[in-house]
């Protein structure tokens, strides 16, 4: 079942198991945002389960590139096309965010973003990898991110 993100009435709902749900939710919403301000694009999860090959793809990913594999659960994914860029993300359980941008004309923009909730610590697989900067935002309060470029083909 697939869930409409709304950024103006912040909900938890599919993100109650994470110990930082309610910054995660921010985080989610924040995303939401973007989208909906940029591209006019409207932000839908589904459960991780129901979008398990979303997951997979992005799990491939992370390995193949960098050999990352994500300690916790995946809640939510999604994945979409706008503007001639494929988006896909996950939301885990430990208030990570991971989305891979992907730009369908070649030599274009290819990259992985990593989020990190307001009140998470840093996952241990990321840890000694990545610089993590920050950002406010009014939705999801503090927020840590850094990236990398993707250089294979997927």
Known sequence: MSYVVDFVDVSTEGLESSPV?????????????????????????????????????????LEAERGIVIASRPLEATAFEV???????????????????YTVADAGKRAVGFKLSDGMEVPEELADRFKFARQRSKLAGTIRGSYFVVKGEY
């Open 83 to 101: 503007d001639g860029v494929r988006w896909s993300y996950v939301f885990y359980e430990s208030g990570l965010s991971v989305n891979l941008l």
């Open 21 to 61: 749900a309610e910054a995660l939710a921010g985080l989610r919403a924040n995303e939401a945002r973007y989208f909906k301000n940029k591209y006019d694009h409207t932000f839908t999860v589904e459960p991780a389960d129901e979008a398990r090959e979303v997951v997979d793809h992005v799990h491939h990913v």
